[in-house]
Every structure is written in structure tokens, then in C-alpha cells.
């Protein structure tokens, strides 16, 4: 069992990592290995538009170092996604990893998309954002549960939206941190 996290806070000891840590620590707890993708500090680009993954599908044609993570998206069990909120929406980071995943998104005859990513396996979010209210963002929240998971047929274990970071940070919630190692055990356990 593989459970895979991307990470796309730029603060590698910030909210969003304590909280995908804690998800990665309760999948391992749980008997599965893990790997994380610290979107930040890899050499990646951005979509390039080159629609050559519209022919040759599950397959994107900018190799970096995001690649190989693109891949294991296909063979892992479990994926987390995780990202703090910029400017009212996702933070860029998540927004070029989630462009990326067109690729795994074949396009179906008569229109709209199939998946490239097997049947079975399971997704959780971590969101972080300063403002107090859980319900603000919700269609930010909404499109990247959406695009990054159920839209690629993963069914979801659960999510953590952190609000209030400047209050009340993550590291420090001892009730948030155990909410999401029984997240990551759920990315596992059938
Ligand atoms: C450039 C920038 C823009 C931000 N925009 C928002 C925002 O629109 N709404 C919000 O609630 N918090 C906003 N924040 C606060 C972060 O979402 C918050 O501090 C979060 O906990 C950071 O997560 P991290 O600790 O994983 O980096 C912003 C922070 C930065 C640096």
C-alpha cells in the first residue's frame, strides 16, 4: 500500500505540512508506505498546452521533476492533496499541479473525459487559510476535491480545512492533528 501526498504550501513546516504529516503518519501507522511531493522546491512547470496527452492518453509530455509523481498518481492507493488558500483561491503551486493532471483526464467519444487513473483508490484534502469561517472557500474547496480526485474516479476518506491559521495553528491542535492521522489510516483501510 502507497499512500502519496502533494504539498502545495511553499512552508515545509507550516500548517498544511503539519497537517499532511500527521494524514502520512496515520497511513503508515495503518501498514502503508508514503512519499511526498513538495511541489515548491521541484524543478516543474506549469501545463504547456501542447494537447499531445489528447492523443497519447494518461501520458504528459512536460517532463520535470513532477513526473515521476504524475505517474505514481496512477499506481498509488491513497492521494493526499493539500494546499493552503492565496488571494481567495487555491495557491498557485496547487493550481499548476492540477493543470498537470489534464493529462490523466482521456478525453471520452461523444465528449467530456474518462480517467487514467485505476478504479479503487481513495483521496483526502488539507486546506489552510487564515480566515475564521470553514464555509468560505467552499467552491475553491469544491473544484479541487472535484478535479484532483472525484473527477479521476478516487472516492474521498475525508477532508481537514484548517481556518484561523494566525489564531490557532495546526501544529498546536492536537484534536485537528488526530482527526487527520485517522484520515490517513481511512486512505488505506477497506
Ligand atoms: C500570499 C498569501 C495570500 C493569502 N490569502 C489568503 C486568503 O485569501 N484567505 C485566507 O483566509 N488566508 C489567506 N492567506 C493566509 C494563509 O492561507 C494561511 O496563513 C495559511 O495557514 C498558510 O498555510 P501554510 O502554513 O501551510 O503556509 C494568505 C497567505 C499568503 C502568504
Known sequence: MHV???????RKNGNTSALIHAMLDGARAAGAETSEAHLHTLNMKGCMGCLSCRTKHGVCAQKDELSPFLEA????????????????????????FIDRCYSLYPPKEGGGYLTAVPAGKRFALVVSQGAPGVEQYERSIRWLAGMGGSGLGLKEAG????????????????????????????????
Request: aromatic share 4%.
Open 73 to 96: 498518481i496512477k499506481t498509488c492507493d491513497g492521494l493526499i492533496l493539500g494546499c493552503p488558500i492565496y488571494m481567495y483561491r487555491v495557491c498557485g503551486q496547487m493550481k499548476l
Open 159 to 190: 477532508r481537514i480545512i484548517h481556518a484561523d491559521s494566525h489564531q490557532s495553528p495546526a501544529a498546536k491542535n492536537e484534536a485537528l492533528l488526530g482527526e487527520a492521522r485517522a484520515i490517513g489510516r481511512r486512505l488505506i483501510t477497506r
Open 4 to 10: 502519496l501526498a502533494i504539498n502545495a504550501s511553499p
